[in-house]
């Protein structure tokens, strides 16, 4: 389950081997297309560029550029529930940055999407994170 250890390597504070196994990741979909969860990749490894700190300032513009990378991929692709969780987590970036209008006008028409599955986690995360920019 190499995809999980992604994940799990910015869950534990080690975004180092997470960002190794994405860069490996990616470097397989240029190689063979198979681009099913390009955009989570793409998204992942913004996320631990946010968090790879280790006594530096974490890289926001390179993190910012591969979360834009993982909207546009999402959206090429049709995944809306990918391109939600881009969304998510280029909105809470646009939050921390004092950006709290810009984040709500980007996630809540991908929010507005969705009819069904509000009971799924990333439709709840979104939801208070739509609660928590209009306040």
Do not use: N
């Not at 991908?110 to 995360?125: H, K, M, N, R």
Request: proline share 2%.
């Amino acid at each position: 389950m190499r995809f999980l250890s992604r994940y799990t390597y910015g869950k534990v504070g080690q975004p180092s081997q997470g960002l190794s196994v994405l860069a490996e990741a990616l470097t397989m979909v240029d190689q063979t297309a198979e681009c099913w969860w390009e955009a989570e990749l793409h998204r992942l490894k913004g996320a631990l560029l946010l968090a790879h700190a280790e006594g530096r300032e974490p890289d926001v513009k390179e993190a910012k550029a591969c979360l834009h990378q993982a909207l546009a991929v999402a959206r090429q692709q049709r995944a809306k529930s990918l391109e939600l969780r881009a969304t998510m987590s280029l909105s809470r970036l646009w939050h921390q940055q004092g950006k709290r209008t810009a984040a709500y006008e980007l996630l809540a028409p991908i929010y507005g999407w969705f009819t069904e599955g509000f009971d799924t986690v990333d439709l709840q995360e979104a939801k208070m994170l739509l609660d928590e920019l209009a306040a």
